[in-house]
T-cell receptor, first 115, second 109 residues
Framework: GAGVSQSPSNKVTEKGKDVELRCDPI?????LYWYRQRLGQGLEFLIY????????KSGLPSDRFSAERTGESVSTLTIQRTQQEDSAVYLC?????????????FGPGTRLTVL | SQQGEEDPQALSIQEGENATMNCSYK?????LQWYRQNSGRGLVHLIL?????REKHSGRLRVTLDTSKKSSSLLITASRAADTASYFC?????????FGKGTRLSVIA
């Protein structure tokens, strides 16, 4: 497990369904980030976790979005009652430290399509 | 917001030419990073320049930072078709990295 992995790589769902996206960070990385990228757009910060500190949820677009992380390992991003506007690539990244003082290593992303 | 904004939005050059992309931001930063993205999936870190540095090199990449103008530039020399990708700057201050919308570079063989 040399890099950040995400699953599924692609997810197609119907409007109104809940989806759960998974991220496995690099072992030993204390910081974990979730981003959303709409087609042709830049990265939109959603949430980040740093060790056992309270996560920074300031980027979550609505209360339909939530994320959890178990210790310094796996994280799941949950989107409830999905809407078509949620269609995007969801990227996860991890780093040794928070605040961007170290480079972020990105996973390949999950492409979510809401029909 | 300290969001970086890349300029131009798209750039098309011939193989062998140099490519220059610019990034502007709004607030004080600790460092600025450049990333590359192929095919709309994961990003790859290219280079980090700290606020007290003015220029940094890595292979064919040269990054400059002007904190007085709140701007940075990424120069790719002797471009190759494989350099075709989107390039993002990301600024780090008191919040997690904030990414710009990117420059789409096309290198034509």
């Amino acid at each position: 497990g040399a890099g950040v992995s995400q699953s599924p790589s692609n997810k197609v769902t119907e409007k109104g369904k809940d989806v759960e996206l998974r991220c496995d960070p690099i072992s030993g990385h204390t910081a974990l980030y979730w981003y959303r990228q709409r087609l042709g757009q830049g990265l939109e910060f959603l949430i980040y976790f740093q060790g056992n500190s309270a996560p920074d949820k300031s980027g979550l677009p609505s209360d339909r979005f939530s994320a959890e992380r178990t210790g310094e390992s796996v994280s799941t991003l949950t989107i409830q009652r999905t809407q078509q506007e949620d269609s995007a690539v969801y990227l996860c990244a991890s780093s040794l430290d928070s605040g961007g003082r170290n480079e972020q290593f990105f996973g390949p992303g999950t492409r979510l399509t809401v029909l | 917001s300290q969001q970086g904004e890349e300029d131009p939005q798209a750039l098309s050059i011939q193989e062998g030419e140099n490519a220059t992309m610019n990034c502007s931001y709004k607030t004080s930063i600790n460092n600025l990073q450049w990333y590359r993205q192929n095919s709309g999936r994961g990003l790859v870190h290219l280079i980090l320049i700290r606020s007290n540095e003015r220029e940094k090199h890595s292979g064919r990449l040269r990054v400059t930072l002007d904190t007085s103008k709140k701007s940075s530039s990424l120069l790719i020399t002797a471009s190759r078709a494989a350099d075709t990708a989107s390039y993002f700057c990301a600024t780090e201050g008191n919040t997690p990295l904030v990414f710009g919308k990117g420059t789409r570079l096309s290198v034509i063989a």
